[in-house]
């Protein structure tokens, strides 16, 4: 078994078995690579992500923050942290 290889319109996804090294590039040749221990992280990053905007009620974020957390230097953004 080698790589497992998925591309996308602006990106390549590829994982190499050998290695345990997961690689995301970008259309401008532009990448990143990650070891096993950084590419599970990222893994459960997007599942915890992705089970966030799932479950989230349908209340509008102004609902749901603060006056105070609502400004924010870029209003398309969320600060995560």
């Known amino acids: 078994m080698g790589k497992i290889t998925k591309q996308l319109k602006y990106a390549t996804f ?4 050998q290695t345990k090294e997961f690689c995301v590039q970008d259309a401008n040749g532009n ?3 990650l070891n096993k221990i950084y590419s599970f992280a990222f893994t459960r990053f997007v599942i ?3 089970q966030r ?3 989230r009620s349908n209340k509008s974020i102004k609902e749901i923050l603060t006056e ?3 400004e924010i230097e870029d ?3 969320l600060n995560l942290f």
């Open 14 to 17: 590829e994982y190499n078995e």
């Open 31 to 33: 990448q990143v690579m």
């Open 48 to 50: 915890r992500m992705a």
């Open 53 to 55: 905007n799932w479950f």
């Open 68 to 70: 105070e957390e609502l």
């Open 75 to 77: 209003p398309n953004q």
